[in-house]
């Protein structure tokens, strides 16, 4: 299982996926022109953790969203990428959901509580000062 | 003829691609940043503005060959600010053939209250499929989740196969 590194466009967030840590970081902006394209590889790689769950450094996915806004579509993909690790939590993998946010930014928070809301998979959220 | 006290904020006419968002989205930002708005409010506004602008550009292409429509009834943005509130107006063509689906969308999210719209979101996020056009069927439901008004719109006649479809909602500061 190979790290996955994407750096910041306009458009598009900074992505690190790291099995070493057993984490996903996602921070930015998330628009993107081909949103289904775009979150298809961090599908791809999510869909590879049931099968090197014994391999990995950590039995604890630690999943980071530090986002400056999102539309629509990229919150749809958020929860289909969380469906697909809470499937696997079954297998024996914890999960911690971290969710930042502009401490002046109600609709980052409203945006993650609705998410964590729509899946029943409670989040952690923090604010930080920009 | 601008009322008093209302600022044209941001405004711009003409076909919506991909980089006329990111663009538009500068603007808005430049503006927000020299009027001191609160981020709050800014999100908000971003938001509203993305979704409308989004949802014009998935459907860009059955109205910008047609050079009678380019012209006469291109897409538009306005941003209005005044004393306590934004005014967001987004105009664009739609098929006449799709226009009725719209407006029960429109009439069915109007009708909710606000723990009916987040219950809609709920919904359409975990149960809604993408359309071809790529679109979560989400951006209207996003919209009302935002706005301080209801959904408000028109639908104009053009001409047998399009309607000019403004949408425009309300989101207060202050």
Redesign the interface.
């Known amino acids: 299982m190979k790290r996955l590194i994407l750096s910041a466009t306009?458009?598009t967030p900074a992505i690190d996926l790291n099995p070493a840590n057993l984490s996903m970081h996602f921070t930015g902006v998330s628009?993107p022109?081909?949103?289904?394209l775009f979150y298809q590889q961090v599908i791809d790689w999510v869909e590879e953790i049931p099968y090197e769950l014994k391999e990995l450094g950590s039995s604890t996915l630690k999943i980071v969203f530090k986002l400056d806004?999102c539309?629509?579509?990229t919150?749809?993909y958020i929860?289909i990428i969380l469906e697909k690790i809470v499937e696997i939590k079954d297998q024996g993998l914890d999960l911690v959901v971290e969710w930042y946010y502009?401490q002046?930014?109600?609709?980052?928070l409203?945006d993650g509580e609705?998410?964590s809301?729509?899946?029943g998979l409670a989040f952690n959220f923090y604010p930080f000062e920009? | 003829m601008i009322k008093q006290g209302v600022e044209h904020f941001l405004h711009y006419k003409g076909p919506i691609l991909y980089d006329t968002i990111g663009q538009l989205i500068s603007d808005l930002k430049e503006r927000m940043f020299e009027a001191r708005i609160k981020q709050a409010v800014y999100k908000k506004v971003l938001m509203v503005m993305i979704e409308a602008l989004e949802n014009v550009f998935k459907y860009h292409e059955y109205f910008e060959k047609d050079k009678v429509l380019r012209k006469n009834f291109p897409p538009e943005i306005t941003i209005d600010k005044d004393k306590s509130c934004f005014r967001i107006t987004c105009s664009n063509p739609v098929l006449k053939k799709d226009s009725n689906e719209l407006k029960k969308r429109l009439d069915y999210i109007n009708s909710l209250d606000r723990a009916g719209v987040k219950e809609e979101y709920k919904n359409i996020i975990t149960n809604g499929q993408f359309s071809e056009k790529g679109g979560a069927g989400l951006g209207l439901i996003e919209m009302a989740k935002i706005s301080d008004s209801i959904l408000g719109y028109k639908l104009d006649p053009i001409n047998d196969k399009f309607e000019y479809y403004s949408l425009n909602l309300i989101i207060n500061y202050g």
């Open positions: 306009d458009y628009r022109e081909n949103v289904g806004y539309n629509s579509a919150q749809k929860l502009d002046g930014d109600d609709k980052m409203e609705d998410i809301d729509a899946i920009s």
